[in-house]
């Protein structure tokens, strides 16, 4: 058994299987909803009758939030109770201010458990990108690395974790102020599905323009064939904002291009859900570079 923990948050979006069978701790980040704060797990959002996306197309307001530096301690304190060192891998810094509250926690907790480890690492990657990375670290993990190991390891690969998204309009981009009213209101008009990237600083860059969300699903395969490197452990991970059927042309997609049939498929979360925006479908992959 290892003497180390990994510790993640819920902006990963991994599924809740994979969590439990990978040996994954979460600390849960908050979505506020309509002026209710809920906290986010890897299970299913509650939020009532209505699922979470006909809220944000009904223009329910959501905001998101990251844990509480003693959320973080709880959670720590748990795996070093138990005798654990600890390596927590959080979501980027580019996109959350949840890792630099992981990272005070770590830092807190130090003083208290002298004789315990515990690591921090800035992803620079969020949801399912997040995902993949601690699934290759539990992996390195279970060939018998040690903590320092295993840290040396994710910050030596964080940066080959590919993230491209597809979004269905350019209205939630409007709403975070990354294009003007105008431009929204244009591309609506003219069918237009933004494909963006997570860049080296974990923040995301809008890459191209396509026409119809066909198009810009085949513009993710394409930036597979560009950047994709194939190892022994190879998987691709993709989630969709409730479109089950874009995800599924997007695996069908990779499969025909690459031969691939191991794919993880899960729901984007609330996380990145509230700026995506309902339609959203995203594939991560390790690549030479982002």
């Known amino acids: ?97 949840s890792y630099s509250v992981g990272r005070i926690a770590a830092e807190e907790l130090a ?10 690492v800035d992803s620079l990657c969020g949801s399912m990108g997040l995902s993949l990375l601690v699934y290759y670290c539990v992996q390195k ?25 597809a979004l269905d309009d350019l209205h939630h981009l409007k709403k975070g102020g990354r294009i003007s009213p105008t431009a929204a209101v ?6 237009i599905k933004p494909v963006l990237k997570l860049n080296n600083e974990g923040k995301v860059d809008v890459v191209y323009k396509a026409r119809g969300k066909k198009f810009a699903i085949a513009k993710l395969v394409e930036q597979m064939s560009k950047h994709y490197t194939p190892d022994n452990n190879s998987i691709i991970f993709i989630n969709h904002a409730d479109c089950p059927d874009d995800a599924d042309l997007l695996a069908r997609s990779i499969t025909k291009t690459f031969g691939i049939t191991d794919f993880v498929i899960s729901d984007i979360g609330p996380v990145l859900g509230t700026h995506s925006g309902p339609g959203a479908v995203v594939v991560y992959f390790m690549g030479d570079e982002r």
């Open 1 to 97: 058994m290892s003497s180390f923990s990994i510790v993640t948050d819920t902006g990963c979006d991994m599924p809740a299987a994979l969590a439990e069978k990978l040996g994954i701790t979460a600390v849960p980040l908050k979505v506020i909803i309509g002026g209710k704060t809920i906290v986010s797990s890897l299970s299913k959002l509650d939020v009532g009758s209505d699922s979470f996306y006909d809220l944000l197309r009904n223009g329910v307001d959501v905001k998101t939030a990251s844990p509480s530096i003693d959320d973080f301690e709880r959670y720590f304190k748990k795996e070093l109770e138990r005798g654990k060192d600890i390596l927590y891998i959080g979501f980027s810094s580019g996109l959350s201010g």
């Open 111 to 120: 003083e208290e458990y002298p004789e315990r480890q515990i690591l921090t």
């Open 141 to 165: 993990q279970r060939e018998g690395a040690s903590l320092e190991e295993t840290y040396r390891y994710a910050e030596s690969i964080k940066l080959n974790v590919c993230t491209w998204i």
């Open 186 to 191: 244009l591309g609506s008009v003219m069918n």
